[in-house]
């Protein structure tokens, strides 16, 4: 094969695993930022004294469904809708390519899965933290939703006041380089591992239902698993307990603090809407992937 032919050849895979990557993802955002939204608030409350506090799911969407109405629960999609195509991109395709790099190093096909997820991960995380920072600054903000700052114009008064650094538009890299590292690693190495173990179904309707409650389990064990990095992460986006005092500054000494002050549990606070959106969202992101990019191969 000449190199132009395995140029022509790269570009293409390339291109499928990246239009796949960004469908799937665009798909899963629009169906489950309502339980984004709630595991953010429920997240950066601190305590259980303020009467405005959610006490459960059924209150948490109630409260924002009164005070805020439907679109309440859409706030801060604009950022992860306009990251998503190139977040999932990423994901998808770095994770293909750390699998062929990783192919060159003799490791078993389950290790292999699981590195190649935490390289992608990684490598998501950088693409998509300034994102985040706007998201859950938006999402943290309980005005309605006419009232709030504009996307573009919260983005802008980031920039303006603590710049692209750490303190500004990339504050809490390392929590989300820790949360969608560990996601990453458990989500896709669970996935292809036992997927592989499954024998495949005949039936299309009980092969895509094996396909689905696989993705189903990879999305709840990376959520749980991963979640006080994401509560560590939102933590340090979203605003601190008294204003104009940083108290949330790096991943683990947060870690640490939330567990001193509030104890073990404040660290999964969130972690039955993200169990709610992640499980079945990742079934969603994984099987639209790969019935994309099935369709792109044979079509395209």
Known sequence: MSARTRGRSFGREASHQILAGGSAGLLEICLMHPLDVVKTRFQIQRGSIDPNNYKNLRDSFLKIYHK?????????ILPPILVETPKRAVKFFTFEQYKILLGYVSLS??????????????????????????????????????QQPSTLGYARHIIKTKGLGLQGLNKGLTATLGRHGIFNMVYFGFYFNVKNIIPLNKDPTLEFGRKFGIGLLSGIMASIINVPFDVAKSRIQGPQPVPGEIKYITCFKTITTIYQEEGYFALYKGLLPKIMRLGPGGAVMLLAYEYVYSWLQKNW
């Open 68 to 76: 805020e109405r439907l679109f309440g629960f859409y706030k801060g």
């Open 109 to 146: 096909p389950g290790l292999t899965f699981a590195i190649a997820g935490l390289g992608s991960g990684l490598t998501e995380a950088i693409v998509v933290n300034p994102f985040e920072v706007v998201k859950v600054g938006l999402q943290a903000n309980q005005d309605t939703f006419a």
